[in-house]
T-cell receptor, first 112, second 116 residues
Framework: SQKIEQNSEALNIQEGKTATLTCNYTNYSPAYLQWYRQDPGRGPVFLLLIRENEKEKRKERLKVTFDTTLKQSLFHITASQPADSATYLCALDPNGNNRLAFGKGNQVVVIP | GAVVSQHPSRVICKSGTSVKIECRSLDFQATTMFWYRQFPKKSLMLMATSNEGSKATYEQGVEKDKFLINHASLTLSTLTVTSAHPEDSSFYIC????????????FGQGTRLTVV
């Protein structure tokens, strides 16, 4: 069956450190992979999109890698800040038509 | 970035009644919108794809007669939960795609539905 797995345990991290989240998927061949941020009681907010032929993408303090052989994406927040505390969702777009399949999300708590 | 507005943000209704949720793209035209449902501590689950001027496409296991979708204009899609039951209580979120080529999805702020 198709799965998108993110760590269910919250990641507690000291301010200023780098937070690294993992997204593993099985039985998908996504053309794109996306990362979203979701705050409690709110809709997701787009952060980064990476294509299957891209190894790495950066945006400000965020970095995403995409390994189609390992079927894994890593999401990094460098120099983390308390405002980065949220749940981060991995989403696959297998057919490039925005019918997204989401992981459960991984909560990040940045401790001042 | 593009703005998608969802209304209402919270609604409480009695069992057996129907509730309509609106999703509007405020600064772009969206030929396609998507409706998701999210239960606590669970992932967003795609319910249906809303196509302007045509019938919605529902995901497997989603009852089309229970969750009526109308996409009458390029900026508005509505989801009506008919004959609501307590198990329909959930967080409903819409998203819209701005262009025909693959781009990021723009999500509404979500609607918390509580059926009592």
């Amino acid at each position: 069956s198709q799965k998108i797995e993110q760590n269910s345990e919250a990641l507690n991290i000291q301010e200023g450190k780098t937070a690294t989240l993992t997204c593993n998927y099985t039985n998908y061949s996504p053309a794109y992979l996306q990362w979203y941020r979701q705050d409690p009681g709110r809709g997701p907010v787009f952060l980064l999109l990476i294509r299957e032929n891209e190894k790495e993408k950066r945006k400000e303090r965020l970095k995403v890698t995409f390994d189609t052989t390992l079927k894994q994406s890593l999401f990094h927040i460098t120099a983390s800040q308390p405002a980065d505390s949220a749940t981060y969702l991995c989403a696959l777009d297998p057919n490039g038509n925005n019918r997204l399949a989401f992981g459960k999300g991984n909560q990040v708590v940045v401790i001042p | 970035g593009a703005v998608v507005s969802q209304h209402p943000s919270r609604v409480i209704c009695k069992s057996g009644t129907s509730v309509k949720i609106e999703c509007r793209s405020l600064d772009f035209q969206a030929t396609t919108m998507f409706w998701y449902r999210q239960f606590p501590k669970k992932s967003l689950m795609l319910m249906a794809t809303s196509n302007e001027g045509s019938k919605a496409t529902y995901e497997q296991g989603v009852e089309k007669d229970k969750f009526l979708i109308n996409h009458a204009s390029l900026t508005l899609s509505t989801l009506t939960v008919t004959s609501a039951h307590p198990e329909d209580s959930s967080f409903y979120i819409c998203s819209a795609r701005r262009g025909l080529t693959n781009t990021e999805a723009f999500f509404g702020q979500g609607t918390r539905l509580t059926v009592v």
